[in-house]
């Protein structure tokens, strides 16, 4: 078994930060792609950002230049630090995750339960 526990969400103004973080724990023999999504209420849930192993990262052009997706291999986790936070930003964050249980196996994709993020004055 897989789990990935998420932290960092909350309420915060406009032009205000956060820094999200999902932890993967369990059988896990390699990770591939992280990645963060939002789904913000009445609306299908959308890629924010995404990092590989090799730490080349996508973003949505929304959130260019103001979010900034890492990772941290030895700890099997991966961040999103948001700057100059919008109201449209809000919504509920879930990161996933690809890996492979053992080696030979093929990848299987994990969600975070999500973390709520609130931008509002």
């Known amino acids: 078994q897989v789990q990935l526990v998420e932290s960092g969400g909350g309420l915060v103004q406009p032009g205000g930060s956060l820094r999200l973080s999902c932890a993967a724990s369990g059988s896990i023999f390699s990770i591939g792609a992280m990645g963060w999504y939002r789904q913000a209420p009445g609306k299908e849930r959308e890629l924010v950002a995404s990092i590989t192993s090799g730490h080349s990262t996508n973003y949505a052009d929304s959130v260019k230049g103001r979010f900034t997706i890492s990772r941290d291999n030895a700890k099997n986790t991966v961040y999103l630090q948001m700057n100059s936070l919008k109201p449209e930003d809000t919504g509920v964050f879930y990161c996933?995750?690809?890996?492979?249980?053992?080696?030979?196996?093929?990848?299987?994709?994990?969600w975070g339960q999500g973390t709520q993020v609130t931008v509002s004055s």
């Open positions: 996933n995750v690809y890996f492979t249980a053992s080696w030979g196996l093929a990848p299987s994709v994990k």
